[in-house]
Nanobody, 125 residues
Framework: QVQLVESGGGLVQAGGSLRLSCAASGRTFSSLAMGWFRQAPGKEREFVARISWSGGFTRYADSVKGRLTISRDNAKNTVYLQMNSLKPEDTAVYYC??????????????????WGQGTQVTVSS
């Protein structure tokens, strides 16, 4: 079992920044593929970013490229999402996710085996 605990959400004005953290426990962190997803009211959960086991490979949704940065610290068992130049359309509950597999679509929620409880990000205009 893997436990994921997100923190760092909040209310920010458009153009502002937030950094989300997701602390993992229960399994060797460096063996987990990690991702961030978000879900706005009335919408499906959507892919935001993902990072490989070593942190050497990252991928982003087109809507967040150049503004959000995913990173991980395997020594601290933590993955981060640095969010800059935030827009009102970034408002959502943000979830971190961990996957133990190697094959599949890393940008689909179904790839991931474990989920955090979510943290609310609200961007005011």
């Amino acid at each position: 079992q893997v436990q994921l605990v997100e923190s760092g959400g909040g209310l920010v004005q458009a153009g502002g920044s937030l950094r989300l953290s997701c602390a993992a426990s229960g399994r060797t962190f460096s063996s987990l593929a990690m991702g961030w997803f978000r879900q706005a009211p009335g919408k499906e959960r959507e892919f935001v970013a993902r990072i490989s086991w070593s942190g050497g490979f990252t991928r982003y949704a087109d809507s967040v490229k150049g503004r959000l940065t995913i990173s991980r610290d395997n020594a601290k068992n933590t993955v981060y999402l640095q969010m800059n130049s935030l827009k009102p359309e970034d408002t959502a509950v943000y979830y971190c996710a961990a996957g133990v597999g190697y094959y599949g679509d890393y940008e689909k929620p179904s790839f991931y085996d474990y989920w955090g409880q979510g943290t609310q990000v609200t961007v005011s205009s």
